[in-house]
């Protein structure tokens, strides 16, 4: 037989979707044995079940059969496209008339069009050396890198954003490509759970413009956790704007934590550029990108979406429902700082989001011994990511002790 698969070698499953069916297998059979199952993002009630936004689903059921059932515009339905382009821009007149959007399913595919549109094949993007993997499998299915800055200043014990590397990196990246796209994940950082504070912009914008007259610069704003920080994508926004025109700035919005509807697969890439012309040809390159991968989005859950957004009855009913979710998170990030400084775990200040990231030497043997103890977390490089959005607030102790229990051997220094 001759080699038909020319991708041989890659992985089918993704590393996380695993681990998450080998807990809920193990609850499945252990019956009198509870498994603490820290693998998954999506945000779980604390009795397990999958916490929706009731308001946003009323919204899907209210979408008419023809919406469902008939194609979207290739770039996204226009009332979707200017809620999102509002909702991320609200307050920044200059930006807001800068925008431009197209939808995608959900923020992958936004990450997606930004790496093949603003980049050439075997070009890298850059981002932290903790990052979401699925970027690099983004990266690799459209020939392109990925090239990581180290994200935490050592001397700082994972504490603060390490600008020196960063501005180290962005260098190299424009002096060997001619071009840098770089990509933050921020508020609530996935995996580590680190939102960047007003310095860590100030100083990030501050080095991007430097480098941004020596060649292009795309700053990507991957904002998929930005309900569940306060400041939502604020901060990170007032510090880029006076980079607006000289470098391009881009964000990458999803429904799927924002509304809690992860399946319905909507998102939308805006892009902000001053120049007409400009505007016009990017939005261009990026419909032409969505007619060649994934032709049009879902276009019931554009309208729903949309509505949600743009009408403010739904929109303050669906704020306050959110409000709880994210109060049932706080609850838990709590418990996890209250008990996990005393016992010597080291990770980065955290203050809300899905995930944070314990910093392990032998990250994949310390998720192992955390297994046998019933408990699984996603093993990275150099830390095990837990996923508090998934972990009912009563069971936070019981990860903690199995973390510092796992985490023991190579993590003997209290901070
Ligand atoms: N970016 C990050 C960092 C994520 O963790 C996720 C989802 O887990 C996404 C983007 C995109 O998710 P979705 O495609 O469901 O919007």
């Keep these: 037989m001759p080699p038909f ?5 890659r992985p089918g499953e993704d590393p996380i979707f ?4 080998e807990a809920r297998q193990r609850q499945g059979m252990a019956r009198g044995e509870s498994i603490v ?4 993002g999506v945000l779980l009630d604390d009795e397990g079940a999958l916490a929706i936004l009731p308001t946003a689903a009323r919204a899907m059921k209210e979408v008419r059969e023809e919406d469902w059932a008939s194609y979207a515009p290739i770039s996204g339905s226009p009332e979707f496209l200017g809620a999102v382009i509002d909702d991320v821009l609200a307050g920044h007149s200059a930006m807001r008339e800068s925008a431009i959007a197209v939808a995608t399913p959900g923020g992958t595919g936004a990450v997606r069009h930004a790496i093949s549109t603003f980049l050439e094949p075997g070009q890298a993007m850059l981002t932290t050396s903790f990052y979401w993997g699925p970027y690099a499998i983004l990266a690799d299915e459209n020939q392109r890198r990925v090239v990581t800055f180290e994200m935490f ?3 700082s014990q994972g504490g603060a954003l390490n600008v020196e590397a960063f501005d180290r990196a962005i260098g190299e990246m424009i002096a060997s490509q001619g071009r840098a796209l770089l990509v933050i994940n921020d508020p609530c950082h996935n995996p580590t759970g680190y939102s960047m504070n007003e310095r860590d912009w100030r100083a990030v914008v501050e080095s991007i413009g430097r480098h941004a007259d020596r060649g292009p610069v795309i700053v990507l704003l991957d904002a998929a956790y930005a ?5 939502g994508v604020a901060t990170a926004l007032r510090a880029l704007e006076p ?4 470098a391009l700035l881009l964000v990458a919005w999803s429904a799927s934590k924002t509304f809690t509807h992860y399946g319905v697969r909507v998102g939308a890439l805006v892009a902000l550029l001053p120049d007409a012309n400009e505007r016009r040809r990017a939005q261009a390159a990026l419909g032409y990108a969505s007619r060649g991968t994934w032709s049009n989005c879902n276009h019931g859950g554009m309208i729903a979406i949309a509505r949600l957004l743009r009408e403010p009855a739904l929109a303050a009913q669906v704020a306050r429902e959110r409000a709880d979710l994210v109060k049932l998170l706080d609850e838990r990030v709590a418990k996890f700082n209250e008990l996990a400084r005393p016992k010597g775990l080291r990770y980065p200040p955290y203050d809300g989001g899905f995930f944070v990231t314990v910093f392990v030497d032998d990250a994949f043997a310390a998720a192992e011994r955390m297994r046998a103890d019933g408990v699984f977390v996603v093993p990275i490089p150099g830390a095990l990511r837990v996923a508090l959005c998934a972990v009912p607030v009563i069971a936070v102790p019981r990860v903690v002790d199995s973390l510092a229990k796992a985490c023991a051997p190579s993590n003997p220094r209290p901070v």
Excluded: H, M, V, W
């Design 227 to 231: 309900a569940y920080s306060e400041r």
């Design 37 to 40: 199952n820290a693998t998954i």
């Design 18 to 21: 695993a681990l998450n069916q």
């Design 5 to 9: 698969l020319f991708k041989a070698d």
């Design 243 to 246: 980079l607006l025109g000289r």
């Design 153 to 155: 200043d050592p001397s």
